[in-house]
């Protein structure tokens, strides 16, 4: 009789071993993740602007509101973020809208770093009347607008999700009655982005 076959319940042991070495590591896989479409609201750390910020610049935010998964606390308050603007376009001297759009692209805390993916919050500046004399946008009293929504902050304070335009991760932020001509985002302002993917 050969003795190179094992026993039948040896190799089955063996094979038990084997499924639990593969099995363990892929039960904790993505347990540190955070899942898609996680609500990351965000606390500005500088100004943004239509006329002030650049196309490609990054920016810093807080986490204004701290993420839980199944009932644990999974970032922290304060936690630091590093966004981008996607795209910015001035006035031109208050001859057009201006527009604003931006993602985040890194989330520090519990000392791990976050690579994330959100989707695009965009802003746009206020339509005003033609001035049938120039044929351009009618700017008066819009730099003086502009000029106070910045001091007192009130854009972006608004912490609802704004709505996605379909078939895109592009969000159009929520209207505001006190929009000008301009985006203004004073530092402070709070935003609220949807998580597309994170690693």
């Known amino acids: 009789m050969s003795r190179s076959h094992l026993p039948l319940s040896h190799l089955l042991r063996m094979v038990l071993l084997i499924l639990l070495l593969v099995i363990i590591p892929l039960a904790g896989y993505g347990s540190d993740r955070l899942p898609k479409n996680t609500r990351l609201e965000v606390r500005l750390e500088e ?14 935010a807080t986490l204004n509101r701290a993420v839980t998964l199944s009932g644990k606390e999974f970032l922290p308050k304060g936690a630091h973020i590093t966004g981008k603007v996607a795209w910015a376009a001035s006035t031109l001297g208050y001859g057009r809208l201006g527009e604003l759009e931006l993602e985040l692209i890194e989330l520090e805390a519990n000392e791990k770093t976050y690579r994330i993916t959100t989707g695009t919050l965009r802003f746009q500046g206020k339509e005003r009347r033609i001035d049938p004399t120039t044929g351009r946008q009618d700017d008066r009293g819009a730099r003086g607008e502009d000029a106070a929504r910045a001091g007192i902050g009130v854009i972006g304070a608004n912490t609802m999700p704004g709505q996605s335009i379909p078939g895109t991760d592009i969000n159009v932020a929520p209207s505001t009655p006190v929009t000008g001509m301009q985006v203004v985002l004073p530092v402070k302002s709070k935003l609220v982005f949807n998580l597309t993917s994170a690693n």
């Open 47 to 60: 100004n943004l602007g239509s006329d002030i910020s650049q196309t490609g610049q990054t920016f810093t």
